[in-house]
């Protein structure tokens, strides 16, 4: 069982359960007036000024932490890991030899946003970045993909080898760039493509495997040939490549594509991404080709994509990416 020190305590307490519902689960927020929301699942639960009150139950409280454990029944120690997101979290699976260990850790609860009756609002979306209608239909065919209420977001949803939803992240559909992960989040689980094959193709988002997809489709006719992951993003290591650790999402589908021998990095075309591939490839090149494969226009796969498209370009022939930078 995880042990949290009172300064971890303290921190987890900062964050007041507005901001936690606006970044995990969206969904659940309902605004009434000015300031004040209310949850979907309890309209007498009133958040505002920093606090909630739960009128109809007769208490309150103003930190994230207390709302998941009085109002969730979620356990102490796991609404701390759901907070400081240290659930899921494992050392490498690579440590001077390329070998698989057993790594304990608690399954985290998946809070999934409610789903809308139409899925309309994110196909005009995506489909307005770019991305083809056959991936994305295919994608809510198969439950990667759906539209949540209230806010009509794109939801992107990874599941584990028995197929049960782990994770889910989200996308807003207007103007303000709003994202991030539901409640819950293994980010092991990344939101994923899977199909066997020798190189696996890694993104540091879902949007930017869609885009990935439809460039393949347009270059190939086929846009599932191999196996494609997302990230849930990277960070910038201030201390060096070596002393990153390889994110979470990549060690668990290595572990599962035991027959990969190759990975595709198609990460950002900024600091962060060139310092996470960077640093992926330092760890792994030990074991697997590394081929680095940012995209050669934009800051992103999406990016790329929509140059592409606004110049009415079909990629015929030859790699997707046709610039790997030194």
Known sequence: MPYYTKEQIAQAR???????LRLHDPGELVHVSGNEYCTREHDSLKISNGKWNWWSRGFGGQSALDYLVKVKGIPFIEAMGMILDT???????????????????????????????SNDQIIRYLTDRGIDREVIDSCIREGFLYESLPYHSCIFVGYDHKHVPRYACFRATGPEKIMGDAAGSDKRYAFRIERAGSTIHIFESAIDLLSFATIMKQRTGQWRAEPMVSLGGVYASKGGTHQMKLPVAL???????EDVDTIALHLDADFAGRNAAASIADQLQPYYRIRNEPPPIGKDCNDYLQHLRHRGERIMGGKVYDRTPG
């Open 251 to 257: 060690t668990k589908a290595l572990d599962f594509h």
């Open 14 to 20: 900062e964050m007041d359960l507005l901001t936690y």
């Open 87 to 117: 659930e899921g979290k494992s050392p490498s699976f690579f440590d001077g030899q390329k070998q698989k260990r057993p790594i304990k850790t608690a399954e985290k609860r998946l809070l999934l946003p409610q789903k809308s009756s």
